[in-house]
């Protein structure tokens, strides 16, 4: 099946497979390999891309799905050498511990600003509910995303 | 984890899903945001020829005001029910429950008529149309019919769609002002209900859909009635098991949901009764 889609801003195409997961799409096909797999059943988070602009669980959707979409990954969040608002913030306040579930986690936490810009704790924490730290470090990171949210990041 | 190979057609019109599922017969999975499908396919606990994706039908996303009644598309995404103004006013019960599904990424994608065509006891929205006394709009080759919530789970993962028939609305009637309370018992933030409650509440009675009580969603029919009959709250909900069917799992024995389920009854029909 050929697919054309844009991913961090380059239209790409390929003749995929239909059952090829968009995660392995982007870190086999494309060698993205800042996302993630961890848990491969919906639940922890660590693939999470922007399908459109929104947060999705690239391991629960078919890379023949995203036809025509606008995917963005954490290699395409940064401008350059600069780093997103929200990854410095999370850099910054130390927002990780082993690391495996931050690109995830900072994909989630950007698609939260944009649905609300100024969270309080509780909603931050909330709006997380998707993305699993195994290390338990989520202070550190819900501080990170209101840090964020306070600079305005989106 | 790898899905099984199959076939995939991709659809933008309702006619064309239909004409893809009279051609594949029941080979043929429908695939709507595929966040209860695309599971079930990477463990191969199903492994259909050929998907047939409708997610580009873009005019079944809609949530509109018909008068009496709100009329949801199948493929509008729970994103868009938990931030819709119109439920808001008329069916609060609904976004609320919505709000419970998942977690933010799986509501960006998962619809509202995937979730129901499902058929999983355990969701959160089945359950809440049985309590919003929900009509499902169906188009099948002979035409469109209309199956009452209460007719359409039939069984465990099993509804009263046929596999050339596709559901394309969801009609819920108005309840501007009525009472209402959805109450989710689980363990971690995004997990399955280990038992739910969606209650509406107007001066004249109450309806109860349970979450996860059977191999369907069940109405909680022993507390209706006892509602409908003066009974008060803790004698009413004190009889919310009657007629349920739990099963026992990691997440609680039979017994435990049977206790969950008075507990929650109670509980929500206390809030959906209480002055606003």
């Known amino acids: ?154 | 984890m790898i899905p099984a190979a199959f076939e995939y057609e991709r659809v933008d019109t309702v006619d064309a899903a239909l004409a893809a599922l009279a051609a594949h017969g029941d080979e043929a999975k429908l695939l709507a945001g595929g966040h209860s499908l695309l599971p079930l396919l990477k463990l191969r606990l199903a492994e259909p020829g050929v998907l047939v994706d409708i997610g580009p039908v873009r005019a079944l996303s809609y949530i509109r005001d018909d008068g009496d009644a709100i009329s949801i598309g199948s493929l509008t995404r729970h994103r868009d029910l938990e931030t819709s103004d119109t439920l808001a006013a008329h069916a609060p019960l609904l976004r609320a429950a919505a709000h419970q599904v998942g977690d933010p990424q799986v509501r960006h994608r998962g619809t509202i008529g995937g979730s129901v065509a499902h058929g999983d006891p355990a969701s959160d929205l089945p359950a809440t149309l049985l309590a919003l006394g929900a009509t499902m709009l169906v188009r099948g080759p002979a035409g469109e019919r209309r199956v009452d919530a209460d007719d359409f789970f039939v069984g465990f993962l099993e509804t009263a769609l046929s596999p050339d028939e596709l559901l394309v609305e969801i009609s819920v009637p108005k309840a501007t002002g009525a009472g209402w309370s959805f109450q989710k018992f689980n363990r971690r933030a995004q997990d399955w209900a280990i038992v739910g409650v969606a209650c509406q509440a107007t001066p004249t009675g109450a309806r109860i859909g349970l979450v996860n009580m059977g191999s369907t969603p069940l109405r909680a029919r022993g507390t209706e009635h006892a509602v409908g009959s003066g009974a008060t709250i803790p004698d009413a909900a004190a009889v919310a098991h009657e007629g349920t069917a739990p099963t026992s799992d990691l997440g609680g024995s039979a017994e435990y949901r049977e206790h969950l389920c008075r507990v929650l009854v109670r509980r929500a029909l206390t809030q959906a009764t209480a002055p606003a």
């Open chain 1, 1 to 154: 099946m050929d697919i054309v889609l844009t991913v961090n801003g380059e239209e790409r195409s390929a003749a995929v497979e239909s059952r090829l997961l968009l995660v392995h799409f982007l870190r086999e096909t494309l060698g993205l390999t800042g996302t993630n797999v961890g848990c491969d059943t919906s639940s922890c988070g660590a693939c999470t891309v922007h399908v459109d602009g929104e947060s999705v669980k690239s391991c629960t959707m078919l890379a023949v799905q995203a036809h025509g979409a606008d995917i963005v990954t954490i290699e395409g969040l940064a401008d350059g050498e600069r780093l997103h608002p929200m990854q410095a913030a999370f850099r910054t306040h130390h927002g990780l511990q082993c690391g495996y579930c931050t690109p995830g986690m900072v994909m989630a936490a950007v698609s939260l600003l944009r649905e609300n810009d100024d969270p309080t704790e509780a909603e931050v924490r909330e709006g997380l509910e998707g993305n699993l730290c195994r290390c338990t470090g989520y202070h550190n990171i819900v501080d990170a995303v209101l840090a964020a949210a306070k600079e305005g990041a989106t």
